[in-house]
Structures are given as structure tokens and as C-alpha cells.
């Protein structure tokens, strides 16, 4: 794969962890656990691919209606995950962000992330965004209120992209979505405007080094064009 086939936004809707775990009479929190073993695994392979940022859907706006005990699960994790491996990533020289409401999370979540994103935000390498509390119609909200807000009469794309809470970063090349569901459930709508989607078949907790040469492949296989004619010259 040549070298200018390399994406540098891939962003990743985790879907499977609880079908992985019922498959194996487990409860759904350990499909959770394994699933944040998988996305280490796929931190690890697209920085080694030379990817310049990844983002996780770890949790929507949708999840709270989930039972209690798994959400409690869930953010005890990421607590966790943001006081152990986040912290290996920071030395690393990996840049960690949030993007999401976050002021519902526990604050002990609260808490480790903050801690993660000053720790980490002078660092140069790549970047990994974990989505939480968030909604792509809530984000694209937010920022129209922002732009409200600022009394900007003049609004274009650009202005409205710099609210987003990627602001000034690129939009994802690739969205991959894993156990072979196919929509975006709510998630970048403004950023997707020309990403290309690749679904997958495992679930979220087997995704590997290997799914991602398969989706790098995939994904240089694609001719990208961006509204425009492809010139035959």
C-alpha cells in the first residue's frame, strides 16, 4: 500500500461487546472489558500504521437507557482505562481528547479524564479521541449555538466545522463500524460528509491488527473523488 493510501482519520463505532459476551454466556460488562482490550489493540496498529488520529464511540447520548449497573460498569472502566492505559499513551507521546457532554459522567470519571487531557495536550504524536455522552445532533447543536452565541451573522462551513468539538482537526477518511451493522447511529453526522464506511462482520471485542490491514486494503482500494470527475489523462 503506497504511502499516500494511509488514512490519517480512521473512526470507529465499537459495536458487538455485549452479543460477544452472550455467545459465551458471559455477562455484558466482560464483552465491555474485552472491548477495551480490542481498542488497545487497535491504538497500537494504527499508530504503527502511521494513522494520525482515531475515534472511539465509547458511549452515546442513546446509552443511558441502558440498565444502570452496565452504565456503572461502563464508566468504571473508563476511569480505570484512563488512569492505566491512557497514562502509557500520554508517555508515549500520544495526544488523548474527549468530545462529548461530559458533565453528567460520575465525577470520578470526570475527574481521570482531565487529568488525561492536561497531562497529554502538549504531546505531538498520534491522536486519540474517545467519544463520550456524545451525539452527532447534540455536537452540531452546540455548535450552532456557539455560533449563535459569538453574533457571527455570516456562517459558513468552515465557521461551523471550527465549533465542532473536532474543531481543526481533519474529518475521518474511514468510518468502520464493527459486527456488521450498517448506519452511523448517530454518530460525526457533520464529519462524514465524505468518509468512506466499512463494515466489518466481527464483532467490536475481535478487532485486531489484522482487521486493520484489512481495512487499510479496503480502504486504498477506494477512488475518492469528492464530488469531481476523475480526469483519464
Not at 440498565?67 to 492505559?85: H, K, N, S, Y
Not at 452546540?142 to 461551523?160: C, F, H, I, N, P
Not at 484489512?214 to 470527475?229: C, I
Request: proline share 3%; charged share 30%; with cysteine.
Amino acid at each position: 500500500m503506497s504511502a499516500n493510501a494511509t488514512p490519517r482519520h480512521i473512526a470507529f463505532i465499537m459495536d458487538g461487546n455485549g452479543r460477544w459476551a452472550k455467545k459465551r454466556f458471559l455477562p455484558r460488562k466482560a464483552g465491555h472489558r474485552q472491548g477495551v482490550k480490542a481498542l488497545e489493540r487497535v491504538v497500537d496498529a494504527c499508530e504503527k500504521k502511521g494513522v494520525e488520529m482515531v475515534t472511539f464511540y465509547a458511549f452515546s447520548t442513546e446509552n443511558w437507557a441502558r440498565p444502570q449497573d452496565e452504565i456503572d460498569a461502563l464508566f468504571a472502566m473508563v476511569a480505570e482505562f484512563a488512569d492505566t492505559r491512557l497514562k502509557e499513551y500520554v508517555a508515549r507521546g500520544l495526544r488523548i481528547m474527549f468530545m462529548g457532554d461530559l458533565a453528567p459522567l460520575p465525577q470520578k470519571t470526570r475527574d481521570a479524564c482531565a487529568r488525561i487531557v492536561q497531562a497529554a495536550k502538549d504531546n505531538e504524536g498520534m491522536i486519540v479521541n474517545i467519544a463520550l455522552n456524545y451525539g452527532g445532533r447534540d455536537e452540531i447543536l452546540r455548535a450552532v449555538r456557539r455560533v449563535l452565541q459569538s453574533g457571527v451573522k455570516d456562517v459558513d462551513v468552515e465557521t461551523l466545522s471550527d465549533c465542532m468539538y473536532t474543531g481543526g482537526l481533519p474529518d475521518p477518511d474511514i468510518i468502520v463500524r464493527s459486527s456488521g451493522e450498517k448506519r452511523l447511529s448517530n454518530f460525526m453526522l457533520w464529519q462524514a460528509a465524505y468518509s468512506e464506511f466499512v463494515f466489518r462482520d466481527e464483532l467490536w471485542p475481535d478487532f485486531d491488527e489484522k482487521t486493520i490491514d484489512a481495512v487499510l486494503e479496503e480502504y486504498a482500494s477506494r477512488d475518492r473523488r469528492y464530488g469531481s470527475v476523475k480526469r483519464l489523462d
